[in-house]
Nanobody
Framework: QVQVVESGGGLVQAGGSLNLSCTTS???????????MAWFRQAPGKEREGVSC????????YYVDSVKGRFTISRDNAKKTVWLEMNSLKPEDTAMYYC??????????????????WGPGTQVTVSS
């Protein structure tokens, strides 16, 4: 059974930092490094949006404009883990953050339709 589990969310003041982690297990038939990994977020009353993505070998990363220069995605294939380092947090970053895995590269990185596995999410709340 495939499991994707996020951790590291919490309550932080504006300007603070959090480091989200995502671990996977049970990716049968394929290895962790066969998957591109991404972070999405969904704020109350808003659609889910792609925040960042990293290719299977970490060579290429993508970010939504609103987090560029503040967030950094990284991965360690040996540990089957991907991180999202979030700095200079703003109240508008408040959302449930989801980790997702995909094999296909057919669509844009932030098109959630191509993601095969999702975690249950971790809440990030930034107070002003």
């Amino acid at each position: 059974q495939v499991q994707v589990v996020e951790s590291g969310g919490g309550l932080v003041q504006a300007g603070g930092s959090l480091n989200l982690s995502c671990t996977t297990s049970g990716l049968t038939g394929l290895n962790f490094d066969d998957y591109a990994m991404a972070w999405f977020r969904q704020a109350p009353g808003k659609e889910r949006e792609g925040v960042s993505c990293i290719t299977w070998n970490g060579d290429t990363t993508y970010y939504v404009d609103s987090v560029k220069g503040r967030f950094t995605i990284s991965r360690d294939n040996a540990k089957k883990t991907v991180w999202l380092e979030m700095n200079s947090l703003k109240p508008e970053d408040t959302a449930m953050y989801y980790c997702a895995a995909r094999v296909s590269y057919d669509r844009a990185w932030n098109d959630e339709r191509q993601y095969d596995y999702w975690g249950p999410g971790t809440q990030v709340t930034v107070s002003s």
